[in-house]
């Protein structure tokens, strides 16, 4: 069992910065698979990011490449995602996710609560 906890969120003008930050419990983080998705309003849920256990894989959506990194933290139990450029589109709730499968680009196994970003024009 994994318990994920996100921060970071808030409120930002166009073309600005925020960097997210996924704290997960537990001694076999570094053998998950994690990811950050986030849901729009009246929208589905989307997979903006992700990275296997190892960091050796990255995966981003087409939407946000070039503008968001991701990376984790082993020995911190963290992982984190950077948001450059930041668009009134971006405005969403975000989710941390992590997979006990370690190769996962979906990862779907555990949920954290979610953080708020908004980003004004």
């Known amino acids: 069992q994994v318990q994920l906890a996100e921060s970071g969120g808030g409120m930002v003008q166009a073309g600005g910065s925020l960097r997210l930050s996924c704290a997960a419990s537990?001694?076999?983080?570094?053998?998950?698979?994690m990811g950050w998705f986030r849901q729009a309003a009246g929208k589905e849920r989307e997979c903006v990011a992700a990275i296997i256990c190892n960091g050796g894989r990255l995966y981003y959506a087409d939407s946000v490449e070039g503008r968001f990194t991701i990376s984790r933290d082993n020995a911190k139990n963290t992982v984190y995602l950077q948001m450059n450029s930041l668009k009134p589109e971006d405005t969403a709730v975000y989710y941390c996710a992590a997979d006990r499968k370690r190769d996962s680009i979906s990862p779907n196994d555990y949920w954290g609560p979610g953080t708020q970003v908004t980003v004004s024009s």
């Open positions: 537990g001694r076999t983080f570094s053998s998950y698979a």
